[in-house]
C-alpha cells in the first residue's frame, strides 16, 4: 500500500463548480499535512497547510482526519487558473520529520 | 529573494554515461531534498539533508544514485552509468529552521537516449 493515495482524476469541471480532492495516508504517526499544487511542466508549490480543526483560504478549504487518516481538500467557485495537479503530502515524525512523502496527484482542469 | 536553482534545466546524456545534477538552496535553508518525477507521475522522494547530521538517503532507487551536499550549501545529485529509466525530472527543494513549507528548485529534466 501506498503511504499517500489519492484518486488520480482527471477531474474536469465547469468555471464556477465546487470540486473535491480525497487523500488517505497509512503511516497513523504521521505529523503534518498539506496541499501543494502543480502547474504543468512547473514545480509544486505549497496552496496550504491542513490543520486538525479544519482551516480556509479564500475559496479553498482544507479538512484532516485523524482518526481515518484522511485528507481532504474542498475548492468551490472554481476558476480556470485552478487547473493543476493538486498534491497531498504528509509530513513525518521523529527520524522522519521534515521528510514530506507526496501522493501521486490529482489533476483538475476547470473549462469555460 | 532568490530561491532555488537547479543546474542544467535540461540535460540530455546517452545510457552509460555518468551525470551531475547541482542545486543551490535558499540561502540558510537547512534542509534539502531530492525527487525524481517521472512523466504523469507523483514526485519519488531520493535523499534528505539536514544541518551537519547523516543525510537520509533511503530513496535512492540503486548504488548508482549519490549526492553529496556542502555544509548547508550546494548539493549535486551524480547518476553514474545513466540507464533510460533513469529519464525523468529531478527537482531539489530546500526548508529552513522550523518552517514545514519546502521551496522548490525548478528541476533538471534528464533524457538518457
Known amino acids: 500500500r501506498k503511504e499517500v493515495e489519492q484518486d488520480p482524476g482527471p477531474f474536469n469541471v465547469p468555471e464556477g463548480a465546487t470540486v473535491a480532492f480525497n487523500c488517505t495516508y497509512s503511516?497513523?504517526?504521521?505529523?503534518?499535512f498539506f496541499w501543494y499544487r502543480q502547474d504543468c511542466r512547473k514545480e509544486p508549490k505549497l496552496l496550504m497547510s491542513?490543520?486538525?480543526s479544519g482551516n480556509e483560504d479564500g475559496r479553498f478549504t482544507a479538512q484532516l482526519n485523524r482518526a481515518s487518516q484522511y485528507i481532504s481538500l474542498l475548492i468551490r467557485d472554481s476558476k480556470l487558473s485552478d487547473s493543476a495537479t493538486y498534491l497531498c503530502?504528509?509530513?513525518?515524525?521523529?527520524?522522519?520529520?521534515?521528510?514530506?512523502?507526496f501522493g501521486q496527484g490529482t489533476i483538475l482542469t476547470v473549462h469555460p | 529573494g532568490a530561491g532555488v536553482s537547479q543546474s542544467p534545466s535540461n540535460k540530455v546524456t546517452e545510457k552509460g554515461k555518468d551525470v551531475e545534477l547541482r542545486c543551490d538552496p535558499i540561502?540558510?535553508?537547512?534542509?534539502l531534498y531530492w525527487y525524481r518525477q517521472r512523466l504523469g507521475q507523483g514526485l519519488e522522494f531520493l535523499i534528505y539533508?539536514?544541518?551537519?547530521?547523516?543525510?537520509?538517503k533511503s530513496g535512492l532507487p540503486s548504488d548508482r544514485f549519490s549526492a553529496e551536499r556542502t555544509g548547508e550549501s550546494v548539493s549535486t545529485l551524480t547518476i553514474q552509468r545513466t540507464q533510460q529509466e533513469d529519464s525523468a525530472v529531478y527537482l531539489c527543494?530546500?526548508?529552513?529552521?522550523?518552517?514545514?513549507?519546502?521551496?522548490f528548485g525548478p528541476g533538471t529534466r534528464l533524457t538518457v537516449l
Open positions: 527543494a530546500s526548508r529552513g529552521g522550523t518552517v514545514y513549507e519546502q521551496f
Open positions: 503511516n497513523s504517526a504521521s505529523q503534518s
Open positions: 503530502v504528509v509530513n513525518g515524525r521523529g527520524t522522519s520529520y521534515g521528510k514530506l512523502t
Open positions: 491542513v490543520y486538525s
Open positions: 539533508f539536514q544541518g551537519n547530521s547523516a543525510p537520509d
Open positions: 540561502s540558510g535553508h537547512t534542509a
